[in-house]
């Protein structure tokens, strides 16, 4: 038991490879930390690395709002991607 709240959940383990790992490890440190059943030191160590974590996952969000293109139709019919981020104006997409 005393090994169970010593250390922080998968403390020692490293960020993982993808968006859905990153979220997969957040849910399970949220669910320790909800059980109630850690240590106030494990506690800690498990928030600092849900707040790492947090943070590596708003990196790939970013990272995967720079490359998403949005296929514009052109008069002619062609298609033809045009960046998509704050850059476009949503007014061009409501126009009266």
Not at 11 to 24: S, W, Y
């Amino acid at each position: 038991m005393a090994d169970q709240e010593s250390a922080a959940p998968g403390a020692d383990e490293a960020t993982p490879d993808d968006f859905a790992g990153t979220l997969d490890r957040l849910e399970q440190l949220v669910a320790r930390l909800e059980a109630g059943e850690l240590s106030l030191e494990a506690s800690l160590a498990a928030f600092e690395q849900g707040v790492r974590l947090t943070r590596e996952a708003q990196q790939r969000l970013d990272a995967a709002e720079l490359q998403v293109r949005a296929l514009v139709e052109q008069p002619d019919g062609t298609l033809e991607d045009a960046p998509f981020g704050p850059d476009a104006s949503p007014e061009d997409d409501h126009a009266r």
